[in-house]
């Protein structure tokens, strides 16, 4: 599982890069981890509101802080 965390790397984007990590980590779920700072990444991506949490390319989240609980329950569903 890929999942990419995009943002600038302000506060807000490091407590949702920590709750990814979090989440994963509870859920003992391998996956590749990157933050995606570069503006043209983001249009890549398709994300308009950072901080956004993308997994094998897909949204999942943006413009908030996904709680590591809400995180646990999309990631896993994703993982099945």
Do not use: W
């Not at 897909?58 to 999309?74: D, F, N, R, T, W």
């Amino acid at each position: 599982m890929k999942i990419q965390v995009v943002g600038s790397g302000c506060p807000r984007c490091q407590t949702t890069e920590q709750n990814v990590f979090n989440a994963c980590a509870e859920l003992d779920l391998a996956a590749d981890i990157t933050h995606v700072r570069d503006l043209q990444e983001f249009a890549k991506l398709g994300v308009m509101m950072t901080p956004a949490v993308v997994v094998d390319g897909k949204i999942i989240s943006q413009g908030k802080i996904p709680a590591v609980p809400e995180l646990k329950k999309i990631l896993s569903e994703l993982a099945k």
